[in-house]
């Protein structure tokens, strides 16, 4: 299948879950995951209407966006990767999104590297709702201090909380999770008034339980692009 069908593939399933949990139509967008994927696939999905994509490996993205800077002004990008401290300045200076901000280090970073010309950087705190240590994030009782200490940073917008669950086939695992991080933000927003309006969780196995427990923004690799390259990173 070509990107532009697969797109419309994955397209069709946020709909139908749309629709399955009563949910309004385009109250889910797609974040298109083109990391260890070629450049010229981003621009297969951009002609066929995609215009977010999702890159986890910053020196692989500065290579792709360069490839692409005659879509400069038409693409968003957002960082989904683990965080460096020696790469913030590059994050800030590239990306629309930064999805998985745990350390309040980088945050501060990231708010003092932000060019001024350009709109605040939309951040979502990464949860690690599986409790599993091997994934970064913060323990869902972490997550109000770091939360207060950023909204005290004005080049940084806070959006909302991100979360990659366990890997799990099991529909009743999938949802358990997700829900997890909805509770989460339902309570986190209650105490703080913000609309913490951003679930960033869903991916090309689970998007649909994703979004029948709320997400807002699925991260879609693999469904639309096809296998990575591997051994790269
Ligand atoms: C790679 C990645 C995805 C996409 O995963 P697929 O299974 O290919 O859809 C989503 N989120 C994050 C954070 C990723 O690193």
């Not at 991916?203 to 427990?213: G, N």
């Amino acid at each position: 299948m070509t990107i532009a069908a697969q797109l419309q593939t994955v397209q069709t399933r946020i709909r139908q879950a749309e629709i399955a949990t009563h949910r309004p139509a385009n109250s889910v967008k797609l974040l298109a995951v083109s990391k260890l994927q070629d450049s010229f696939k981003i621009r297969e999905a951009w002609i066929a209407g995609q215009q977010a994509f999702g890159e986890s490996y910053l020196q692989e993205a500065i290579e792709k966006q360069t490839t692409l800077q005659d879509l400069q002004q038409e693409l968003e990008w957002h960082f989904i990767g683990r965080i460096q401290s020696n790469k913030t300045k590059a994050i800030a200076e590239r990306f629309a999104w930064v999805h998985g901000i745990y350390d309040y280090h980088h945050a501060k970073r990231l708010n003092a590297q932000r060019p001024n010309m350009l709109p605040a950087l939309n951040i979502c705190i990464q949860v690690n709702i599986s409790k599993e240590s091997s994934k970064n994030g913060l323990a869902p009782e972490a997550v109000l201090p770091l939360l207060e200490q950023c909204l005290e940073l004005p080049h940084l917008q806070l959006k909302g909380l991100m979360a990659i669950p366990e890997l799990t086939l099991d529909p009743n695992k999938q949802h358990q999770a997700f829900a997890q991080l909805r509770h989460l933000r339902d309570t986190l927003a209650t105490k703080t008034y913000l609309p913490l309006e951003t679930l960033s969780m869903g991916m090309s196995d689970d998007l649909e339980a994703a979004i029948a427990e709320g997400a807002t923004i699925v991260r879609v690799g693999t469904a639309i692009f096809g296998p990575r390259h591997t051994g790269n990173q």
